[in-house]
């Protein structure tokens, strides 16, 4: 049972990094996002569940934390993203579609 | 869960956070310094997790369950005053 929580904490520690990399490495404000929220979100929800596995005391504070992150990372993030486009952040260049922009458009016309 | 996994696990967490430092330095918009903001903090409680565990101490789990609240409530104020709120 312990060597499940080693690999299950493994896998969120793993998925962590992926995501603190992404923030570095990415284009634009829209685009880290997307690498920050999702990865670190998986990350830590994994690393607190397998925490929870190897040490089965603390199983439900440990539930209680990751449940608490998966209901409010995306709702930070969505508001950070809201914010980016409202103070008139732009795409990358490399950019194929924007869609706030043709619905904008649309509104006008 | 030996000495060298749990080495391996905190170098991959602490090394995470050092990358998004370098992004909340260089960022050239106030909303990458957010977003950095965002990912640090979401690591640093999965780290104090951890921390609790090699440490054994309870009262860290605590910790971390105050700092992701603390955490939420000054991002979406910091999402308002990006907006031009309050």
């Known amino acids: 049972m312990e060597l499940v929580g080693v690999i299950i904490t493994g896998i969120g520690a793993l998925f962590l990094f992926l995501g603190n990399f992404g923030i570095l490495r990415l284009p634009d404000v829209y685009n880290r996002i997307q690498a920050g929220t999702k990865c670190t979100t998986f990350g830590t929800f994994f690393t607190t569940i397998g925490i929870g596995i190897i040490q089965p005391e603390w199983f439900w504070k440990c539930l209680l934390i990751a449940i608490f992150v998966l209901v409010t990372n995306p709702i930070s993030s969505h508001a950070i993203a809201r914010a980016a486009k409202k103070s008139g952040v732009s795409l990358c260049d490399r950019s194929v579609v924007d869609q706030t922009k043709e619905f904008e458009e649309k509104e006008e016309a | ?86």
């Open chain 2, 1 to 86: 869960m030996n000495e060298t996994i749990i080495i391996i696990y905190l170098s991959l967490i602490v090394g995470g956070i050092l990358l998004s430092l370098i992004r909340m330095f260089l960022g050239p918009t106030a909303a990458d310094r957010a977003v950095a903001v965002d990912t640090i903090t979401t690591t640093i409680v999965a780290l104090l997790v951890i921390l609790a565990f090699v440490f054994d101490r309870y009262i860290y789990l605590d910790a971390s369950l105050v700092y992701s609240l603390l955490s939420f409530v000054g991002l979406c104020a910091i999402a308002r005053f990006m907006e031009g709120g309050f």
